[in-house]
Structure formats: structure tokens, C-alpha cells
């Protein structure tokens, strides 16, 4: 029997639009109010695994508003717990096996996750390997998204994919599009209600 979809609050929906506006617009000082409030909005009435995975996101999101390197390690740090807290937390929720009886169904994300490692792997210097093993827990949590059969996950799972491809890109080869960091914190928003659903 299929779980009930729950869809984000009209509360979370109102902040990640606000935030991904003031972040297209370089209004950083205002995301200060704005990002530290997503996750805790989209936890609500969530399960635990779930609201495990998105409180040490949200603790990401707030590591992530510094700006020196210490603060992106910490908040890498906190986004690699956790994409490994979202792989039970799908477990637990999806029916599971679609891979096995699809396995064509996983060849897109690992193309991706293959792509940007060779990509990147010249650009990233001494943080090479903490990319590769990052993008891999990243890639293996899509997949489990994928597996559980539910289509909202796997289209979450492909769409954190591309925000932290975009944040990778920008960082490790200047690939930086006008109003990149909107795109990045639109594919994000909505890949975690997706993921949350």
C-alpha cells in the first residue's frame, strides 16, 4: 500500500521562493533570515528518518552562509551526513527494486556522477578525493531515490544532483551562470520537498 504523499507547507514554499529570489539577486545579507528557516519549515510533521536528513541539511545551509573555507568544509561536511541520512529515509518509505527490474533507470545519474568527476578531477587539486567521495554518497542517494519507485524522489534525487553540480562547477571550474546561486537554491528547494514528499 502506497504511503500518502505529503506536500510542503504553504509556509515552506513562500521562504524557499523569498530565498531563492534574494539569492538570485546577491541579497546575502537578508538569506541570513531567510535560508536557516527552509528545513526547519519543510520538517514538520515529517518522519524521523526524514527530519533527520533534513535538520543536518539544514545545518548545511547555515555553514554554507559563511563565506571562508572552513565554513564550506563544514557545510560539505554536513550535506555528505546528510545525503547518508536520505538512504534509509527513502529505504524505509519506497517499495524498492525498481533497479533491479530497471537497471537502465540508474544509467543517466551514474553518467552524470561519472562526467563531472572526470570534469572536474584536474580543476579540484588537494580537494579531488572529498569531491569524489562527496558526489558518490550524492549519486547513491539519487539511485536510492530512483529504487524506491517513487517518482517525486527520483526527480528530487535527480534535481539535488544538478544544484550541487552547479556549486561544484562554479567552484572548482569558474562555471558561474548569471544569477547562479537562484539556480542552485531553486534545484535545491525543490529537490528536498520532493525528497520530503
Same mark, same amino acid.
Given at each position: 500500500?502506497?504511503? =500518502?504523499?505529503?506536500?510542503?507547507?504553504?509556509?515552506?514554499?513562500?521562504?524557499?521562493?523569498?530565498?531563492?529570489? +534574494?539569492?538570485?539577486? !546577491?541579497?546575502?545579507? @537578508?538569506?541570513?533570515?531567510?535560508? =536557516?528557516?527552509?528545513?526547519?519549515?519543510?520538517?514538520?510533521?515529517?518522519?524521523?528518518?526524514?527530519?533527520?536528513?533534513?535538520?543536518?541539511?539544514?545545518?548545511?545551509?547555515? *555553514?554554507? +552562509?559563511?563565506?571562508?573555507?572552513?565554513?564550506?568544509? *563544514?557545510?560539505?561536511?554536513?550535506?555528505?551526513?546528510?545525503?547518508?541520512?536520505?538512504?534509509? &529515509?527513502?529505504? *524505509?518509505?519506497?517499495?524498492?527494486?525498481? +533497479?533491479?527490474?530497471?537497471?537502465?533507470?540508474?544509467l543517466? #545519474?551514474?553518467?552524470?556522477?561519472?562526467?563531472?568527476?572526470?570534469?572536474?578531477?584536474?580543476?579540484? !587539486?588537494?580537494?579531488?578525493? =572529498?569531491?569524489?567521495?562527496?558526489?558518490?554518497?550524492?549519486?547513491?542517494?539519487?539511485?536510492?531515490?530512483?529504487?524506491?519507485?517513487? =517518482?517525486?524522489?527520483?526527480?528530487?534525487g535527480?534535481? #539535488?544532483?544538478v544544484?550541487?553540480?552547479?556549486?561544484?562547477?562554479?567552484?572548482?571550474?569558474?562555471?558561474?551562470?548569471?544569477?547562479?546561486?537562484?539556480?542552485?537554491?531553486?534545484?535545491?528547494?525543490? &529537490?528536498? @520537498?520532493?525528497? @520530503?514528499?
Amino acid at each position: 500500500m502506497d504511503r =500518502p504523499k505529503t506536500p510542503p507547507s504553504p509556509g515552506y514554499i513562500a521562504l524557499a521562493v523569498t530565498d531563492t529570489l +534574494l539569492a538570485a539577486a !546577491g541579497r546575502n545579507r @537578508a538569506r541570513w533570515v531567510t535560508k =536557516p528557516l527552509l528545513m526547519p519549515a519543510l520538517m514538520f510533521t515529517r518522519e524521523r528518518p526524514t527530519q533527520v536528513a533534513l535538520g543536518l541539511c539544514g545545518a548545511g545551509d547555515v *555553514a554554507l +552562509l559563511g563565506q571562508s573555507p572552513a565554513a564550506f568544509t *563544514a557545510g560539505l561536511g554536513c550535506f555528505l551526513a546528510g545525503h547518508a541520512a536520505w538512504i534509509p &529515509a527513502l529505504r *524505509a518509505r519506497g517499495r524498492g527494486g525498481l +533497479l533491479r527490474r530497471k537497471p537502465l533507470a540508474g544509467l543517466p #545519474f551514474v553518467a552524470a556522477w561519472a562526467g563531472l568527476n572526470v570534469y572536474l578531477w584536474s580543476r579540484t !587539486g588537494q580537494n579531488r578525493i =572529498p569531491v569524489a567521495v562527496y558526489s558518490t554518497v550524492l549519486t547513491a542517494m539519487a539511485l536510492v531515490a530512483v529504487d524506491s519507485g517513487e =517518482p517525486l524522489a527520483a526527480t528530487g534525487g535527480a534535481l #539535488f544532483m544538478v544544484s550541487d553540480s552547479l556549486i561544484a562547477l562554479d567552484r572548482f571550474a569558474g562555471l558561474h551562470l548569471p544569477m547562479h546561486e537562484g539556480w542552485v537554491m531553486a534545484t535545491y528547494t525543490t &529537490a528536498q @520537498a520532493l525528497l @520530503a514528499a
